[in-house]
């Protein structure tokens, strides 16, 4: 098939690339590598199924595809507060722009939405039929908001062109080739570990995170896309093994053989207490599960970032 992967040069896109021309496709990867990196997909350049372009995907899109994963986007709070308003953009207008694509060539189309459309939840561990609990107008609503509305954009595509498009509602994910600097726990944590400086926790470290490693969610995305009766369908594909930051902080330190100690400061604004997915939707439609233990995907991330962080024998 061929296959259009929008922020194929970013974290998750970069593997998605990957995994699609390992079962023979085209891909035609789209990405104006505003957060992301051509250097995640160095590798596959050479690849004669592979083609790279730099494109913002608010501009007009018009490509040959069979298939089109709609990626692109901001997803750390880092990335998304320094671009607020491109992350609004091509949440609604990129996704609209996708949209028309998919309809124009009858392809199939995924979006990938974020659990963060459940806001700070009020029930747990979410289902799907959880509509959410949003600060429409905190800093993180530029991300949460223009994800909720791209979700409201594909499910009229559904109902009013027919197209075969299915959401997917991803839950925090971690693995090679995410972006050192982005704020988020996992790169955070093994950063100051590996660096044996201090762990930085906000709150007490009681709250929760349960975290997906990324071979696990690209085999959800592709299961969600190419799975029979999934148009119209919504699945939350994350890891439901819940666990404390503070369990994760002293795992880490352990991993990384760290002298680093931790720091404990304020809360952040309108970060949740806890978020968990039920993933019972995703069994059942898809027969699909995270297979790699919590310990198996950390000691391949530390591995990772071992070869990114410049110098670090001489640190370590
Ligand atoms: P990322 O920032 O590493 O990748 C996103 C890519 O989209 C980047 O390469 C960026 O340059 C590109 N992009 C942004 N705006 C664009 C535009 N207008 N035109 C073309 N390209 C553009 O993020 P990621 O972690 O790989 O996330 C991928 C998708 O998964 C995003 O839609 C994100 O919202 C979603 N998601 C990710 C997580 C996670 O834990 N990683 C969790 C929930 C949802």
Same mark, same amino acid.
């Given at each position: 098939m061929k296959i259009v992967v929008t922020g194929g040069a970013g974290f998750v896109g970069s593997h998605l690339c990957k995994r699609l021309l390992d079962e023979g496709h085209t891909v035609l990867c789209a990405d104006n590598c505003i957060t992301g990196s051509t250097r995640n997909i160095d590798a596959l350049r050479?690849?004669? $199924?592979f083609q790279f372009i730099q494109h913002d995907v608010t501009e007009p899109f018009d490509y040959e595809a069979d298939?089109?994963?709609?990626?692109?986007s901001p997803a750390s709070p880092i990335g998304y507060m320094e671009h607020p308003i491109e992350t609004i953009l091509v949440n609604t207008q990129g996704t609209h722009r996708m949209l028309e694509a998919a309809r124009k060539n009858n392809a199939r189309f995924l979006v990938s939405s974020?659990?963060?459309? +459940? %806001?700070?939840?009020?029930?747990?561990?979410?289902?799907?039929s959880y509509w959410g609990n949003v600060n429409?107008? @905190?800093?993180r609503a530029c991300y949460d908001e223009s994800k909720r509305l791209g979700e409201t954009l594909t499910m009229e595509f559904v109902r #009013?062109?027919?197209?075969?498009a299915r959401i997917v509602r991803i839950f925090n994910t971690y693995g090679p $080739?995410? #972006? /050192?600097?982005? %704020?988020?726990m996992i790169p955070n944590f093994i950063t100051q570990a590996l660096k044996n400086e201090p762990l930085v /926790? +906000? %709150?007490? @470290?009681s709250r929760t995170r349960s975290i997906c490693y990324v071979s696990d969610l690209i085999d959800g995305l592709m299961r969600a896309m190419?799975?029979? $009766?999934?148009?119209g369908e919504v699945f939350n594909l994350g890891n439901p093994n819940e666990h404390t930051v503070l369990d994760y902080a002293h795992e880490i330190i352990k991993l990384c053989n760290s002298r680093s100690n931790i720091l404990f400061e304020p809360v952040r604004v309108d970060d949740p207490e806890r978020r968990r997915p039920d993933i019972t939707k995703a069994r059942r439609v898809l027969g699909w599960e995270p297979r790699i233990e919590k310990e198996e995907g950390l000691r391949q991330t530390i591995a990772w970032f071992k070869t990114q962080i410049p110098n670090l024998s001489s640190v370590l």
């Open positions: 050479t690849h004669p $199924n298939a089109i994963f709609h990626m692109a974020t659990s963060e459309i +459940y %806001g700070d939840p009020l029930v747990h561990p979410q289902t799907e429409p107008i @905190g800093p #009013q062109y027919n197209v075969n $080739n995410s #972006q /050192i600097h982005d %704020g988020r /926790i +906000y %709150g007490d @470290g190419f799975s029979e $009766n999934t148009q």
